[in-house]
């Protein structure tokens, strides 16, 4: 069931949600936390679809932000979806007009439920500082990503820039495979590794972040290469007893080549956004890892445009 309330307020909001709340028995208060999606119409659907998505390994609460004609008179348009209906969780979708937009805290603050965890996620193009953005100041947890960005790379630089223990960028997120692959390359015998390789499309921040990522692990330099995509397609070590290669060429399935051993078919595929989503919601700590990541990955290409 789906309740519309055009032309609403806050108030009215919360007293339809305690009503809807009532008649599923209050479950919905006992979730596991709460996801803000910042976004606008064009976005809206997709980014609703992936939180439904992850929401049956982590149920939560979804609150979607959907900013509107900025030009408009201050309203408010509600549609409130039971759990059940998108999902464990119930979802809340408000349209924000005019200078409400720009004020979106001041709207979801008295929604949120007491005590439990927020993380806020910009589908689209998110703030350069998200812990000093107003809804991102209300959440535990900050998830953006800078591949949608017209210039990703300079896009995910400057939000390395106001990182603040929290924050999180999807296109770290979507290394995970590529890093478990690697990892486990690694810890079978292929002698003593002295550089890498990695090749992927142009303007791709994953591949950076790749890149700083092995270079601190192994400490070797590691150059990056571009490639028609899609996104990373090679990684390679140059080690004593030869180069182990990994090989993936339609963004499905790699190939993995060590040194007097026979080639190995490897499914390394893309994944989809819901699952980024749901890796990035199993925690609710600081990710260590990216920080460092995220700051070798600055130095280096900080160093690159210096000539060091």
């Not at 979804?62 to 979806?81: H, K, N, Q």
């Not at 956004?273 to 600081?286: H, I, T």
Request: aromatic letters at 4%; proline letters at 8%.
């Amino acid at each position: 069931m789906t309740l519309y309330l055009p032309r609403t307020t806050t108030s009215q909001i919360a007293e339809a949600l305690a009503t809807e709340r009532r008649s599923v028995g209050g479950g919905a208060m006992n979730l596991v936390l709460t996801l803000v999606i910042v976004t606008d119409e064009a976005d809206h659907y997709d980014a609703v679809l992936a939180a439904t998505e992850a929401g049956h390994e982590h149920p939560s609460r979804v609150i979607a932000l959907i900013r509107r004609d900025p030009d408009a008179e201050p309203a408010i348009d509600a549609e409130i979806r039971r759990p059940g209906t998108a999902g464990p969780g119930e979802a809340l979708l408000l349209r924000l007009y005019g200078p409400l937009g720009g004020h979106a805290d001041s709207v979801v603050t008295p929604l949120l439920v007491p005590d439990a965890p927020v993380v806020a996620w910009w589908p689209g193009v998110g703030p350069a500082d998200p812990a000093s953005d107003p809804v991102g100041m209300l959440a535990h947890r900050r998830i953006t990503d800078a591949q949608r960005a017209a210039d990703p790379v300079a896009d995910l630089l400057r939000r390395i820039e106001h990182y603040t223990p929290g924050d999180t960028d999807l296109t770290w997120t979507r290394l995970t495979p590529w890093r478990s692959l690697l990892a486990s390359t690694m810890d079978q015998s292929c002698g003593w590794v002295t550089a890498a390789e990695i090749e992927a499309e142009p303007h791709y921040p994953t591949a950076d972040l790749l890149a700083a990522w092995l270079g601190q692990q192994l400490e070797v330099p590691v150059e990056r290469r571009e490639s028609s995509g899609p996104g990373i397609t090679g990684a390679s070590l140059i080690t004593d007893d030869g180069p182990v290669a990994i090989s993936r060429k339609d963004g499905r399935v790699a190939t993995l080549r060590r040194p007097n051993q026979p080639d190995q078919t490897v499914a390394l595929a893309r994944r989809r956004v819901s699952e980024f989503l749901s890796e990035e919601l199993r925690r609710l700590d600081a990710d260590e890892m990216y920080e460092r990541t995220a700051r070798s990955m600055a130095a280096r290409l900080s160093g690159a445009e210096a000539g060091v």
